[in-house]
């Protein structure tokens, strides 16, 4: 700021920050499209290879639910679809969420889009406002280039293909890296409204409206003002309505959770399933679906102590490191589907940010080939989850 404005003809003092910050985001913009263009065109080769039509995996299996749901509401489906269980009833579709199906008719029924187009067309734009969350979030925690590595790794990692199917990761993602961007940056509205939509496009918000609830609980107490109280208050908002909507749809308090565990065989259950699971695995594993969710576990859990080693040195990282606990807790102690872990962590992808700080102090070079490599295997293990596993991920 002092060498601006001694120069002869300063230019305003915020051009070169805008400037340089609007640069930013467009290279985070430009890595995130460039990795999932690379893992959309390794589907398509393993598709092609082995006879399955690309649209036909882009919407597979949870994507069909949203698809149907998108065209007729939840009470116009009455055939064709069935739960995990191979059955389907009345409440069925209710276990799905309403937000990103809402969001693809009205752009299907506003544009004259089909709904698939419209809902390929929300994931990649809710995907690129990820990457930009992501991007702002990884700045933060270092340096510009801990940013763009955090993109690439997050935009790459298993499973990551589903950043680009009919399905909601990209867009709860979206909401998840800016509600942490607000309360990082303390910008409470943005941390609840975000929060709030969240809750309304995936269960698994319940770790992100802990982590904001107990933020603004925590600033209230430090300095009593009624912004972070209003956003702990408002941050459930859109989970528990839509939760208390089911329970008046069944005639059930615990409707939704009926739905899961009796559809999907999903409930919490402290992790008892998933310890079995990686033991069966680790012993007599021959699927490389469920032996890769295995070491997927494993590097979350590692990624969780990694960041709460620095802790000490950075402080502000609280929120961050406590929403990435939170979701390695929530779904390595969820019961069912278990060779989807890797699926279920992908918004948490603050895990990645020891491998983004750790590859940022390299050489460009070095930190380029360790990215890439990750990112193409991420890209196969995705393309074979689509094509060479036969079942719902």
Same mark, same amino acid.
């Given at each position: ?5 001694? @120069?002869?003809?300063p230019a305003?003092?915020? @051009? ?10 467009? %290279? ?10 690379v ?13 399955? *039509? ?10 069909? /639910? ?8 939840y009470?116009?489906? @009455? ?7 191979g059955? #389907? ?24 889009l089909?709904?698939? @187009? ?20 990884? =700045?933060r ?12 790794? /997050? ?19 979206? #909401?998840v890296?800016? !509600? ?5 940056? =303390? ?7 975000c929060?709030?939509? !969240?809750?309304?496009? %995936? *269960?698994? !918000? ?6 904001v ?5 925590? !600033? ?5 003002? *009624?912004?972070?109280?209003?956003a ?17 749809q ?29 033991g ?11 032996v ?19 802790? %000490? ?27 989807? =872990?890797?699926r279920?962590l992908?918004?948490?992808?603050v895990l990645?940010? *020891? ?8 050489? %460009? ?29």
């Amino acid at each position: 700021m002092t060498t601006l404005l001694s @120069t002869p003809t300063p230019a305003p003092a915020s @051009t070169p920050t805008v400037a340089s910050a609007r640069l930013g985001y467009l %290279r985070a913009a430009g890595v995130y499209l460039a990795v999932r263009v690379v893992g959309v065109v390794v589907l398509a080769l393993f598709a092609s290879s082995t006879g399955q *039509p690309l649209l036909d995996r882009l919407t597979a299996w949870d994507g069909q /639910w949203y698809l149907a749901i998108a065209d007729d509401g939840y009470g116009g489906i @009455t055939h064709g679809l069935v739960d995990a269980a191979g059955n #389907f009833a009345p409440h069925t579709p209710l276990a799905f969420f309403p937000l990103y199906p809402f969001l693809m008719h009205a752009l299907a029924t506003g544009t004259g889009l089909g709904s698939t @187009t419209a809902g390929l067309l929300i994931s990649l734009i809710a995907g690129i406002v990820a990457a930009l969350g992501v991007y702002r979030l990884g =700045k933060r925690a270092g340096q510009e280039r801990t940013g763009l590595l955090l993109v690439a790794l /997050w935009a790459g990692a298993p499973l990551s293909i589903t950043l680009s199917m009919v399905y909601t990761e990209a867009l709860f993602t979206a #909401f998840v890296a800016w !509600a942490l961007v607000g309360l990082v940056e =303390k910008r409470w509205a943005l941390a609840a409204l975000c929060c709030v939509a !969240a809750g309304l496009t %995936r *269960p698994t !918000a319940v770790v992100l409206v802990a982590v904001v609830v107990f933020a603004g609980v925590v !600033a209230f107490a430090r300095a009593p003002r *009624p912004a972070p109280l209003i956003a702990a208050a408002a941050a459930p908002v859109g989970l528990i309505g839509y939760w208390l909507w089911v329970a008046n749809q069944t005639g059930s308090l615990f409707g939704w959770f009926d739905l899961e565990w009796h559809g999907w065989n999903t409930r919490f259950d402290a992790g008892a399933e998933t310890f079995g699971f990686v033991g069966q695995q680790l012993v007599q594993g021959r699927s490389v679906m469920e032996v890769g969710n295995v070491f997927v576990v494993f590097l979350a859990i590692i990624a969780v102590v990694l960041l709460l080693l620095r802790l %000490r040195e950075r402080p502000s990282w609280w929120p961050l490191i406590l929403f990435g606990a939170g979701m390695v807790v929530l779904v390595a102690g969820t019961a069912g589907i278990p060779f989807a =872990k890797a699926r279920f962590l992908l918004p948490g992808f603050v895990l990645l940010l *020891p491998l983004a700080q750790g590859l940022s102090g390299r050489r %460009r070079s070095t930190a380029v080939a360790a990215t890439a490599g990750v990112v193409l295997v991420g890209c196969w293990f995705s393309a074979y989850a689509l094509t060479g596993w036969h079942y719902a991920i």
